[in-house]
């Protein structure tokens, strides 16, 4: 029994000094993921990963139970980040020189469908276009996972569109909706970003909103709506930062010094996307492939 529980401590701890780092439901997330973590390794860290909703993260990262998100993306988690950040317990470590949005988007077939895209006006007078036998006439908008937080129903609201919500469970989902259409030339309008692989494998656009403003998620009298929020677009040239707790840096030096210079660009994230949804990867395979493809850039970052 004593050199049970003496096994059992020294898993425990083992357990406890590993960087923790979360997954999530896309494919650039997971295999991002797994480099930063053999990234790690190489210095001598221990890795865990550990599955966790894509919001709920930050408060984890906050509690010290996550260490390090290293895909925050503006317009999805922005708000989320930004008040961890805020109460001084997440750390806003680096900033990726990938820009990102995030937005309604449809094949370029689409707009033979619907003359006057990618004007969000135009997509509302055409609605019927994007309706299905269930929604009662209205058009379906596929939005993300619904831990994405994209406020898209009080956007459909806050603008007054002939739109229903339907929330796909993951980004699989969303591909198998966007490939649907593409099929049987339907109008389809999904939730996209970029980067990631899909603009390497259809042409399409993304909808344009009135300008996203931060007024537009504060102040209701801000905007087309003086009487609600989500009267906007998502942001444009939106950040993709790394976050790590605030204890990150003295309970894993080594892997915060990495860290500090790991630096992802647009073509690296699609890559990433790109390796498991067109190539058809496990994850680790993938996370392989773009280290063994992209030695002369994160050698620095170990060193």
């Known amino acids: 029994m004593a050199l049970l529980g003496m096994m059992f401590l020294a898993t425990s701890v083992a357990h406890a000094d590993a960087v923790k780092i979360p997954t999530h ?31 709920t993260v930050y ?3 906050c509690d010290n139970d996550i260490d390090i998100v290293h895909e925050v993306w503006q317009g999805a988690f922005g708000a989320s980040f930004e008040k961890v950040v805020g109460e001084g ?37 055409c609605s019927d276009q994007f309706a299905r036998a269930d929604s009662n006439g209205k058009g379906v908008f596929i939005g993300g996972p619904v831990d994405w937080l994209k406020h898209d129903a009080e956007k459909v609201e806050a603008l007054g569109m002939n739109f229903v919500v339907r929330n796909a469970g993951s980004a699989a989902a969303i591909w198998a909706e ?29 909808v344009e909103f009135p300008e ?12 087309v709506n003086p009487e609600q929020l989500y009267d906007c677009g998502n942001p444009k040239g939106g950040y993709l930062k ?15 010094a990495v860290a500090q210079k790991i630096n992802f660009t647009n073509l690296d994230v699609a890559k990433q996307s790109n390796y498991v949804d067109t190539d058809g990867m496990e994850v680790t395979e993938a996370a392989d492939r773009w280290l063994e493809e992209h030695k002369d850039k994160w050698q620095s970052w170990i060193q």
């Open 25 to 55: 439901n896309w494919s650039s997330q997971l295999v991002g993921a797994e480099i930063v973590g053999k990234l790690f390794e190489m210095v001598g860290e221990e890795v865990e990963y550990i599955p966790m909703d894509s919001q």
């Open 242 to 256: 790394i976050g790590v707790s605030h204890e990150f840096e003295e309970t894993h030096p080594k892997a915060f």
């Open 89 to 125: 317990c997440v750390i806003d470590l680096a900033t990726h020189d990938a820009k990102t949005r995030e937005e309604w988007w449809y094949p370029m077939h689409v707009k033979e469908l619907c003359p006057g895209l990618p004007d969000w006006k135009a997509l509302d007078a």
């Open 178 to 206: 966007l490939e649907s259409g593409i099929k049987q030339d339907n109008a389809v309008v999904i939730f996209n970003w970029t980067p990631n692989f899909i603009e390497a494998l259809y042409e399409g656009e993304f």
């Open 212 to 223: 996203h403003d931060p007024a537009c998620t504060e102040d209701p009298a801000w905007g």
């Open 59 to 61: 408060q984890a990262m």
